[in-house]
């Protein structure tokens, strides 16, 4: 589940405070008791679980059979729709059949292909850097950069809203953490200005929030945090391919190309596949290859993975046409459902998240359920995983989207949004 970080900073997995009396000790798996309730009395309602969906069957990165109904796919983050390119298929298909299925090693030992280097010099080409680093999933991109650069007596300061890569990042480490108000410039200010000059910093940021799909304002953070002599990570995983002139992010997008010193990013959503990546012009960037465990001790991606990375990277360089398509695809679901009277996360159209905010969980479980079986899935969030409280129900749009999906999709909305008072 893609969530922030605020799910691992209050969810409370504490022993109860009375063990159950057992002869063979404490039963480590009672402190789950309160969660498997929640789930049951969820299920007795008689909604489908929505965090055990099953694809049956997956057509194209917009259509998936779902309990045999054809559905519309509205909550899979793949903002290029590059799931079902030809040539990221074949590049696939071609890795698999010359290197085998894995790699089984670490990066550092015998997990480097030729494909490794090809996606790290893809990644060199989209940004316009010296260094790309590979990691096999962006979680442990964030979980191994910030506990990497931040070391003891430093200081690591990110905002409440971040998601839970960075928050585990943090924690990871052994820097001091400062968390500031969600995209609280003034907050961010006061914060570092209490912290000792001389010591190490790293700002954590996000190009684009994954729950409201709200964006930083990364210009005023970015001179905030330069100006306390600290040093900036950015988080676009919900901005490549689309966000600024080469698609790089919110940080391309305001001018920030050369402040920023190291850019955090994900395969599994706009390049369509698995794995995340740190890029960076640092000069000595390369030592984290010799200092990162979340690089060092684990597999590296498997040859295909990262043959089908490198392509959709390189056909991510010029896809404007795509870039295109899917703003105006999150044109028409923002506008449309803001005309119908739902409340949205952002007031404007600001990324290619739409987020619905309903009263409460029974409304947005109906909603959610009454989408479902109209044949259109979302994502559902609720608290702790969400930010003040809210309910949501998540769209993303895809570049495939056609116009025509997201008139039903509102019809859907509209049907939805009436039978279960969410809109007048
Ligand atoms: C902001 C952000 N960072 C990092 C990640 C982790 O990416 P991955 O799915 O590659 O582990 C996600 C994924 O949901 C995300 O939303």
Redesign the pocket.
Known sequence: ???TGLQSETLDLDPPAVAPANEAGRDLMSKFDGLIAERKALIDTGVTDPFAIVMDEVRSPTEAVIKGRETILLGT?NYMGMTFDPDVIAAGHAALDDYGSGTNGSRMLNGTFRDHMEVEQALRDFYGVSGAIVFS??????LGMISTLVGKGEYVILDAD?????YDGCKQGVAEIVRFRHNSVEDLDKRLGRLPKEAGKLVVL?G???MLGDIAPLKEMVAVAKKHGAMVLS?E??SMGFYGPNGRGVYEAEGLEDEVDFV??????SVGT???FCISNHPKFEAIRLACRAYIFTASLPPSVVATAAASIRKLMTATEKRERLWANARQLHGGLKAQGFRLGTENCDSAIVAVILDDQEQAVAMWQGLLDAGVYVNMARPPATPAGTFLLRCSLCAEHRPEQIATVLERFEAAGRAFGAIA
Request: glycine share 12%.
């Open positions: 589940m893609t969530e983050y999933t962006g979680y442990m991109a964030n971040s998601h839970a890569s960075i996000e684009v929030y994954s988080d995983a919900h955090v990013g994900t395969f599994s959503k698995v794995g995340g």
